[in-house]
C-alpha cells in the first residue's frame, strides 16, 4: 500500500514526525508530499526545497519514507505515483470539519476520475496536541524556546530565518 502525507510542513514539528513514524509502520511506502502551490496567497517561511530538506533529515531512518513536492490537486498527484490512501493528522475537533471536507472533495474528485482515494485519520499523541508549525514560528521570532517541538536541526533553519539564536544554545 502506498500511503501520500501531504501537507505545508512549514516547518516540519515533531507533530508531523510523530504521523510520520507511525503510519510508515503500516504503508509499505510513505510519501511525504510537500505542497507546491504558488498560487496559494499563504506565504511560507520556508522555500519547498528547504521544507523538504529538514523532511529528509528528519526521516533519514526510515527506510520506506520518500520525501517529495507536489503541485496542483492532491488527487492528479495521488494517481500518477499510485497510491490510494491519503493520511493525515488529526489535533483537536477543530481540524475535524476542515479535513473532512478535504477527504470527501478528495474522494468524489477521484471517483470523476476512476481514482480511489480514500483518507486515513491518525489521531495526534496528546504530547503533540496544541503543537503547529505556526505556534513554532511565533515562539522562535521572539527567540523562544522550540527545542521540544522540532528536532535541533530544523531548530538552527528556522531560527537563522528569524536572524536569531535562541539563548539557550543549540
Ligand atoms: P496543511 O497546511 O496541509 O494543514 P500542515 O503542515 O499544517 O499542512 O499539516 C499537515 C498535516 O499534519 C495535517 O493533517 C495536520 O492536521 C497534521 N498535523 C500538524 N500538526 C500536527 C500535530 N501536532 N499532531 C498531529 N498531526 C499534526
Do not use: W
Not at 507536489?70 to 490510494?84: D, E, H, I, K, P
Not at 496528546?126 to 505556534?135: D, Q
Amino acid at each position: 500500500m502506498t500511503c501520500i502525507y501531504p501537507g505545508s510542513f512549514d516547518p516540519m514539528t515533531f507533530g508531523h514526525l510523530d504521523i510520520i513514524n507511525r503510519a510508515a509502520k503500516f504503508c509499505d511506502t510513505l510519501i511525504v508530499a510537500v505542497l507546491n502551490n504558488s498560487s496559494k496567497t499563504k506565504a511560507t517561511l520556508f522555500s519547498v526545497v528547504e521544507r523538504m530538506e529538514i523532511l529528509r533529515e528528519a526521516t533519514m531512518h526510515l527506510p520506506n519514507v520518500e520525501i517529495d513536492s507536489f503541485a496542483g490537486l492532491l488527487v492528479n498527484y495521488a494517481q500518477a505515483r499510485g497510491a490510494s490512501v491519503v493520511i493525515r493528522g488529526l489535533r483537536a475537533v477543530t481540524d475535524f470539519e476542515y479535513e473532512f471536507q478535504m477527504a470527501l472533495t478528495n474522494r468524489t474528485l477521484g471517483e470523476g476520475q476512476g481514482v480511489r482515494l480514500e483518507t486515513l485519520f491518525i489521531p495526534t499523541s496528546t504530547e503533540f496536541l496544541y503543537l503547529s508549525s505556526g505556534i513554532v514560528k511565533e515562539i522562535a521570532a521572539h527567540k523562544g524556546d522550540i527545542s521540544n517541538m522540532v528536532p535541533p536541526h530544523a531548530a538552527k533553519k528556522i531560527y537563522k530565518k528569524f536572524d536569531g539564536t535562541y539563548q539557550g544554545g543549540i
